[in-house]
Nanobody, 126 residues
Framework: QVQLAESGGGLVQAGDSLRLSCAPS????????MAWFRQAPGKTRVHVGS????????LYEDSVKGRFTISRDNAKNTVYLQMRRLTPEDTAVYYC???????????????????WGQGTQVTVSS
């Protein structure tokens, strides 16, 4: 069973930047879509952004557009979430997710994804 490992979370101040990384346990892992979700205390898990692995097409949640960027390193099979101009509202546990099949799905729904990381905490102080 492939596992996704996130790293890069931490405590930062408002206005700071942070980069999260997500790498699969198997180098041959071939996702169809890679995504980042976040879950704040008492709230549901929501889509932050996602990347179509073959085309590079990205999709972002409105509140992070222009501040967050998803990128990938094909050689390392790693996906990144670069977060800029962080605000306290960005505080959450961030999860990496992967979908491996095409089919019919809603890209922004957590139900579309087969594999999940353990989550990494991002805390933004004001």
């Amino acid at each position: 069973q492939v596992q996704l490992a996130e790293s890069g979370g931490g405590l930062v101040q408002a206005g700071d930047s942070l980069r999260l990384s997500c790498a699969p346990s198997e180098r041959t892992f071939s996702p169809y879509v890679m995504a980042w979700f976040r879950q704040a205390p008492g709230k549901t898990r929501v889509h932050v952004g996602s990347l179509m692995w073959n085309t590079g097409n990205t999709l972002y949640e409105d509140s992070v557009k222009g501040r967050f960027t998803i990128s990938r390193d094909n050689a390392k099979n790693t996906v990144y979430l670069q977060m800029r101009r962080l605000t306290p509202e960005d505080t959450a546990v961030y999860y990496c997710a992967a979908r491996t099949s095409i089919g019919t799905y809603l890209r922004t729904s957590w139900t579309a994804y087969d594999y999940w990381g353990q989550g990494t905490q991002v805390t933004v102080s004001s």
